[in-house]
């Protein structure tokens, strides 16, 4: 299929509009448990303080295990047909998880989120893997800019729509007094939105183009573990095992200040709604999607790696200062606003290198091994809250974690840069022909 030479084709569009449904299906459903395990939440007793890293944890594990099987999928077959399978798929999980939020039961509604991120493992790799077969080389940066602003977008949208739905949902329980009944009439709300979400998801799938399989003769290996070692071996032997840790490690760091933020909302903080602290999760996500356009302007028809030291510094002064400044809302929503801004210079040539550096007939299993490895990073993030938060471990007021957090990215940082200077400094990466 011969590459489509504008940016903003009838096959990108799909794609984006396909994620934008998808995303925020998860950002709902994730941000609502979120809020209500989190300090102040109608199941908070469940898991105790930090007990939102718990909830992540449902999310990054089944990306763990399914991305290696995913990626192998999406080499043998055809991306669009993995698509619209994906977003059939989600309906079926959007009425779990009506089911579970009817019964007001937290152990369904983890399951139904386990079941969403299983859906999202398995669309990822072909999600990705098709933005090359969608547009030119010289419009990948670009590309991965608009998926990311769409994507954050979405994430903006779902987390301040999960606010207001998780506080109507929250008045259908009694909280402290035992002799109130639980009120029916609000408990239907959150899983019916997730069906209408997934429903009208489904439908730019469709519009995709046709798209080939590379490798139709591939043997699916289904142990979760062994595709990743044999291409992580693959991997090290180019540049882009380095590229795949750079960018997992973005999400780590990611994991850590998502899962922080919900705590700002307690009294010993900003003492504020649930609405009003999702706000900071909303400025976060559209600071990442303006850092990924002005990132994607910036490289123009190439890919600039320049951009990611760049990226990881401005990032980590912003997450580090959260932990020293006084704790006011709008200095808060700035330094989180900052910190995404130069998060989207960090990962959009980031995701581009890995599309471009991966062959054609490997892309689906190599970007599948790096979604893992993000999850990987993920998942230690979100072990790493319950530690930072937990009364009988640090114990440390969220804003203070954020200094824990900014010792991990200067870490990270430096050791990530010292080992891509090569690849940053490498000029055959800022033109737009192909790879030899």
Excluded at 414 to 423: A, D, F, K, S, V
Aim: glycine share 10%; proline share 5%; hydrophobic share 55%.
């Amino acid at each position: 299929m011969p590459k489509r030479e504008r940016l903003f084709n009838k096959g990108l569009l799909a794609l984006v509009i396909t994620q934008l449904f998808g995303a925020v299906n998860d950002s709902v459903l994730k941000q609502i448990l979120i809020l209500a395990v989190a300090s102040g939440g109608i199941w908070q007793s469940q898991f105790g303080e930090g007990g939102q890293g718990y909830v992540a944890l449902c999310l990054t594990i089944p990306f763990i295990l399914f991305s290696g099987i995913a990626g192998q999928l999406a080499d043998r077959i055809s991306k669009r047909k993995i698509t619209i399978t994906a977003k059939i798929v989600e309906i079926g999980i959007a009425i779990v998880a009506l089911g579970a939020f009817l019964a007001g039961n937290l152990w369904a509604g983890l399951a139904a989120l386990i079941l969403l991120a299983i859906q999202s493992a398995f669309f990822g790799p072909a999600k990705y893997g098709m933005i090359p077969e969608l547009v030119t080389d010289g419009n990948l940066s670009q590309a991965n800019a608009a998926i990311n602003m769409f994507t954050n977008l979405a994430v903006i949208g779902g987390s301040l729509f999960a606010g207001t739905i998780y506080q109507t949902y929250a008045t259908g329980f009694p909280g402290d007094d035992p002799s109130a009944s639980v009120d029916s009439s609000v408990l239907w709300i959150p899983g019916t939105i997730f069906v209408v979400i997934a429903l009208v998801g489904l439908l730019p799938s469709l519009f995709l183009p046709k798209l080939k399989s590379f490798n139709t003769n591939l043997k699916i290996d289904f142990n979760p573990f062994r595709p990743y070692v044999i291409a992580l071996k693959e991997m090290s032997h180019s540049s882009l095992l380095t590229v795949a840790l750079a960018w997992s490690f973005f999400y780590l760091i990611g994991m850590i200040a998502l899962l922080l933020i919900p705590d700002f909302a307690g009294e010993d903080l900003l003492n504020i709604s649930a609405e009003k602290n999702n706000l900071l999760i909303g400025v976060l996500a559209i600071s990442i999607g303006l850092g990924s356009i002005v990132a994607g302007l910036i490289s123009g028809k190439h890919i600039e790696p320049r951009l990611i030291p760049a990226g990881a510094i401005g990032m980590t002064i912003c997450l580090t200062l959260i932990g020293l400044v006084p704790v006011q809302f709008n200095t808060i929503a700035a330094l989180i606003g900052g910190a995404g801004f130069f998060a989207g210079f960090y990962i959009v040539p980031l995701q581009a290198l890995l599309q471009r550096l991966a062959p054609p007939g490997e892309r689906g299993r190599f970007l599948g091994t790096a979604n893992a490895l993000s999850f990987v990073f993920s998942s230690i993030g979100a072990l790493l809250v319950p530690v930072m938060l937990g009364e009988h471990l640090m114990h440390l007021p969220a804003n203070r974690a954020f200094l824990v957090c900014g010792a991990i990215s200067t870490l990270g940082t430096g050791i990530l840069l010292w080992r891509i200077r090569e690849l940053i400094a490498d000029p055959k990466l800022r033109k737009a022909t192909p790879l030899t």
